[in-house]
Structures are given as C-alpha cells and as structure tokens.
C-alpha cells in the first residue's frame, strides 16, 4: 500500500520535472525559477544556521558565504543556459543529479542494509550504490542521445556527480540534525523544503560540469 507522503512526493517530483522541462524550454521561466528557488534556499539556508551558531560574527560570515554561492551558482546557471551546447551539457548534468537522489530513495527503500553513515541515519549503502547506477545510466542515456555512440568516460563523470551529489546531500543533513530539524521546510509537499531537493544539486551540477568539461 503507497502512503499518502509517498504519493506526494510522486505527485511533487512529476510536476518539478515538467518544471525542469519547462525551464529548459523557456528563458523567462528559467529566470523566475532562479528568483525564487534561490530565495527560499536562502531563507531555509538562515533558518537553520540561526538555529546552530550563536555567535553573530560567524553566523553572518556562514550567511554571507552561502548567499555568494547560490549567487554564482544561478548566475552561471543563466549564463551557460543561453548557450545552446553549455546547455545541454549543464542539463545533462543537472538530469544525472535527480537521478542520483532517485537512485538513493528506490534502492534504499527496496534493499534497506547497512547504514551509510550517522550523520543521516536514512541514508544506507545501497542508496548510495543506486545514486551511483541512476546516474550513470541517465547521463550514459542523455550522452548516447545526442552523440549516438558510448564513452566509457561518462562513467567516470557519473561517478564524480553522483558522489558530489551524495556529498552535498551528507552536508545538509548534518545542518539540518545539528539544527534538529526533520525538513529544511515544507514547500514541498512529499519532499520538505527546497534544500532538501537542491542539497545534492548544489554541490553535484558545478563539480558535474566542471569533471565533464574536462574529461569528456
């Protein structure tokens, strides 16, 4: 039997992916998602850091560094996006990253095991072995797509997105259990905040682009 919170969260990641196409599609789109899911991880990203520094001089430094990388981290997203083959890569990358969170929920939730780490209790080895598999074969598929042939490169860059993915993903949790918090919000039906869609992203998309630009 699928509980409600399951069917949300199916229900929730069915419309971001007819988002994600749609900002693909569409420029001005692309720009409103950039506004508004950078405000509300910043939002999020304040809630919690007020929640675990006291001391106001680290508090605004640990703001003021996380506000300069959602900065950049949309900039660039603009910039490469009005680029035709920045893009597809950027998308690519961005399409392996959702992946690697679907790959850790399904085997997680169908071959449980070990745990990962306790940083996050939820998290187990073989969600971490399913980011990893999702993610290769969703970029192997993209790539193949519209280079029509395979290289045994995109498994390495999978492997370092996946990684970088699952890296951001620890980070966040770790906030968020120092913060006791559940959820960085609830925004998101089925999910919790934007953070807790974007944590793997964050980190996964730079390092994703950066390792396919530089070994493809």
């Not at 007020?50 to 660039?76: D, G, H, S």
């Not at 071959?111 to 290769?136: N, Q, V």
């Amino acid at each position: 039997m699928i509980s409600n919170n399951l069917k949300l969260r199916i229900l929730t990641s069915t419309i971001l992916f007819f988002l994600i196409y749609l900002i693909y599609s569409f420029n001005y789109i692309l720009v409103y998602s950039l506004i508004i899911l950078g405000v509300l991880s910043l939002l999020e990203f304040i809630n919690i850091s007020n929640k675990i520094i006291k001391k106001k001089l680290y508090l605004y430094i640990f703001n003021i560094i996380f506000v300069f990388y959602i900065f950049i981290f949309c900039i660039f997203f603009f910039i490469f996006s009005n680029i035709l083959q920045l893009k597809i890569i950027l998308f690519a990358i961005l399409i392996g990253c959702i992946f690697s969170d679907v790959g850790g929920f399904v085997f997680g939730k169908i071959f449980k095991g070990s745990k990962l780490t306790k940083i996050s209790p939820k998290k187990t080895r073989s969600g971490a072995y399913g980011s990893l598999i999702f993610t290769c074969l969703a970029l192997s598929s993209f790539v193949f797509y519209f280079t029509n042939h395979f290289n045994f490169k995109i498994i390495i860059i999978s492997t370092i997105t996946s990684i970088a993915c699952q890296l951001g993903d620890l980070f966040f949790s770790f906030l968020k259990r120092k913060a006791n918090l559940k959820d960085t919000g609830n925004f998101l039906p089925g999910h919790g905040g934007v953070l807790d869609r974007l944590d793997g992203i964050l980190l996964g998309v730079p390092i994703g682009f950066i390792s396919l630009t530089l070994i493809y």
